[in-house]
C-alpha cells in the first residue's frame, strides 16, 4: 500500500506565482489534512476535511485555498506565493476525527519561495 | 505562543541510556496527548498516546508520564538504540484530531 502519497516532493517558486500542492490516500480514510512544517514551530494545520465534501480552516489558513477533489484526493493550493510561505507542506490522512484514528502523515512537499 | 511547550530541542543520548522528553500544556480541555516520531525525510508517525485518566502507558521501550496536576507529560525512552535517531513531537487535542496542537519537537540522537 502506498499510504499518503504527496507531489511534488520539492518546488521552488518566485514571489507571487501560484502552484497546487496534490495529496491522495489509498487508506479509504474520511479524513484529511494539510500541515505545514517550519523549524522551532512544530506542526501546524492549515486546512482540513472531515469527509468528503467539507473543508474547514485549521490554525494558519491564510494565504492557501484547498479542494477536497473526492474521497481519495485533497489538494492544497497558493494563489500568490510568499517567503513566508516557505516550508514544509504535510498532507495527512485518518478515518475519523476521533481519538482512535491516527492521523497517516505523507513524506512532504518542500517549497522555497524567493 | 504555542500551547504545548516541548524541551529540550535537542538530545544527545549514549546506546543503551534513557532519553527522556518534557512537554507542558496549559489547556486544561486537552484529553488527548499523542507522541509522534519522525525520521528524515518521512512523515511524523504515531508513537503512543495516552488520556488523562491514566498517569503511565508503556508500550516496549517507550513510556508516557502525565502528571495532570503540573499539567505536564513526558516520553521516556528506555534503552535507547541508534535506531530511535529522530525527531520526537508531542501533541494535545480536546474535541478531534482536527484540533491537534504540536510542541515545537525535539531532535534525538542516540550514539553508539
Known amino acids: 500500500n502506498a499510504g499518503v502519497t504527496q507531489t511534488p516532493k520539492f518546488q521552488v517558486l518566485k514571489t507571487g506565482q501560484s502552484m497546487t500542492l496534490q495529496c491522495a490516500q489509498d487508506?479509504?480514510?474520511?479524513?484529511m489534512y494539510w500541515y505545514r512544517q517550519d523549524p522551532g514551530m512544530g506542526l501546524r494545520l492549515i486546512y482540513y476535511?472531515?469527509?468528503?465534501?467539507?473543508?474547514d480552516k485549521g490554525e494558519v489558513p491564510n494565504g492557501y485555498n484547498v479542494s477536497r477533489l473526492n474521497k481519495r484526493e485533497f489538494s492544497l493550493r497558493l494563489e500568490s506565493a510568499a517567503p513566508s510561505q516557505t516550508s514544509v507542506y504535510f498532507c495527512a490522512s485518518s478515518v475519523g476525527l476521533g481519538y482512535n484514528s491516527p492521523l497517516h502523515f505523507g513524506n512532504g512537499t518542500r517549497l522555497t519561495v524567493t | 505562543q504555542q500551547q504545548v511547550k516541548q524541551s529540550p530541542q535537542s538530545l544527545i543520548v549514549q546506546k543503551g541510556g534513557i532519553s527522556i522528553i518534557n512537554c507542558a500544556y496549559e489547556?486544561?480541555?486537552?484529553?488527548?496527548f499523542p507522541w509522534y516520531q519522525q525520521f528524515p525525510g518521512k512523515g511524523p508517525a504515531l508513537l503512543i498516546a495516552i488520556r488523562p485518566d491514566v498517569s503511565e502507558k508503556k508500550e516496549g521501550r517507550f513510556t508516557i508520564s502525565f502528571n495532570k496536576s503540573a499539567k505536564q507529560f513526558s516520553l521516556h525512552i528506555m534503552d535507547s538504540q541508534p535506531g530511535d535517531s529522530a525527531t520526537y513531537f508531542c501533541?494535545?487535542?480536546?474535541?478531534?484530531?482536527?484540533?491537534?496542537?504540536f510542541g515545537a519537537g525535539t531532535r534525538l540522537a542516540v550514539h553508539p
Open positions: 487508506m479509504n480514510h474520511n479524513s
Open positions: 501533541a494535545a487535542v480536546s474535541g478531534g484530531y482536527n484540533k491537534l496542537i
Open positions: 476535511s472531515a469527509s468528503e465534501g467539507t473543508t
Open positions: 489547556n486544561t480541555a486537552f484529553d488527548y
